[in-house]
Each structure stands twice: as structure tokens, then as C-alpha cells.
């Protein structure tokens, strides 16, 4: 099974200011089978991000993805009142399917 | 619009069953997989089962292997989840999610139901 560790745990930032979120695979994955979602205090989770670098339908363009590999990652251009959530990543490959642990991108 | 609403989820005691479901609506339900996630309290995002669009292949976590079962009922629109053999561990809200086949990332969540599992 891949594991995924996802971080900061925590990112404390200012809203305005960029985040960069980091998603390490324990070996390598397919770039067509990344996603990343953000999950607000109680609610679904939101796709963000397939294909490690295509935004879903109606994300804004101040997020967006990036990697190969085994390192993936995250950037929130311009933080916004509504970015401040837990944000996931998450991979499949050989009939699995796991989630990083998160990180949370909280008001500083 | 895409909706996928979950019910069946309660209390139940260890070593009990339940089974969940999902109602699908919105888009061909027979044509696509779907998956289910759980999430305990206060932790992260669980993938639990996958089924392939016309139920020809599953796939599971290896926490639930043996005792939990995804269906579906493509006449129905509906998406299953047998639980059976329950332990505190799995004390969880289950969301369904249905799977965008080009990505195999669940693309569009129900809002989730909790099961509870406790004497």
C-alpha cells in the first residue's frame, strides 16, 4: 500500500499570503492518479485538484498543482476568509486507494 | 444536479451489523464506480470499498476486508455498504462518492452518514 505523508501539519498563514501544501508518496505514483481536496468543519470533501495538476469544475485559479513521482504539491496563490480548511491529498494505484493525513491551513 | 444522499447509519454494539446506503441522482448511476470513505471523529479521510460501474470487480481496505461488502442496484440507482462484525474502531461518519473514471478520484461526495459503534 502507498503511503502518504502530507506536510506541514499545520500551516499558519495571513489571508493574502501563498500556501504551499506538501504530499510525499512512499513510491511512486501515476501523476493521472493525484488529487488533492479541502474539507471544511463539517462537510464533505471537496475535489481540488485530479490528474495531480487539473483543477475540478469551479475551482478558482489561485489553486493549483504540481509534481511527478513522488513529491507532489499544493500552492494556494492568494489566501482567502474561505481557503482556511483541512486540505488532503490522495492516490490510487493497484486497486487501493489512500488519503494523505492532512494539513490544516489555519488563520494566523 | 449530482446528488448522492447516505442513510441507514445509528448506534449499533460491537460485533453487530448495519447497512448503509446511498441514493444516487443526477447522472447515470450504471455508468460509473463509486466508492466509500469514512472518516473517524476528529481524524482524517479512510478510503473503505470501491465497485466498478456494473459491480463486476470490488476492491476493499484491508481494516474491513472480510467484513464489510459494497453493492449495488443499478436499477435503483442505490449503492450498498454491509457492515457486519462492527467494532469501536470503526466508529465513523461513511460518506459515498462517486468516482471520475478518468482520474479514479472520488469527484462529487454525499454529506455523510455516522455510525456509531458502542455498548
Known amino acids: 500500500e502507498i503511503v502518504l505523508t502530507q506536510s506541514p501539519g499545520t500551516l499558519s498563514l495571513s489571508p493574502g499570503e501563498r500556501a504551499t501544501l506538501s504530499c510525499r508518496a512512499s513510491?511512486?505514483?501515476?501523476?493521472?492518479?493525484l488529487a488533492w481536496y479541502q474539507q471544511k468543519p463539517g462537510q464533505a470533501p471537496r475535489l481540488l485538484i485530479y490528474?495531480?495538476?487539473s483543477r475540478a469544475t469551479g475551482i478558482p485559479d489561485r489553486f493549483s498543482g504540481s509534481g511527478s513521482g513522488t513529491d507532489f504539491t499544493l500552492t494556494i496563490s492568494r489566501l482567502e476568509p474561505e481557503d482556511f480548511a483541512v486540505y488532503y491529498c490522495q492516490q490510487y494505484g493497484s486497486s487501493s486507494w489512500t488519503f494523505g493525513q492532512g494539513t490544516k491551513v489555519e488563520i494566523k | 444536479q449530482v446528488q448522492l444522499v447516505e442513510s441507514g447509519g445509528g448506534v449499533v454494539q460491537p460485533g453487530g451489523s448495519l447497512r448503509l446506503s446511498c441514493a444516487a441522482s443526477g447522472f447515470t448511476f450504471s455508468s460509473y464506480g463509486m466508492h466509500w470513505v469514512r472518516q473517524a471523529p476528529g481524524k482524517g479521510l479512510e478510503w473503505v470499498a470501491f465497485?466498478?460501474?456494473?459491480?463486476?470487480?470490488?476492491y476493499y481496505a484491508d481494516s474491513v476486508k472480510g467484513r464489510f461488502t459494497i453493492s449495488r442496484d443499478n436499477s435503483k440507482n442505490t449503492l450498498y455498504l454491509q457492515m457486519n462484525s462492527l467494532r469501536a474502531e470503526d466508529t465513523a461518519v461513511y460518506y459515498c462518492a462517486k468516482d471520475q473514471w478518468y482520474s479514479s478520484a472520488p469527484d462529487v461526495w454525499g454529506k455523510g452518514t455516522t455510525v456509531t459503534v458502542s455498548s
Open positions: 490528474g495531480a495538476s
Open positions: 513510491q511512486s505514483v501515476s501523476s493521472s492518479y
Open positions: 465497485i466498478r460501474y456494473d459491480g463486476s470487480n470490488k
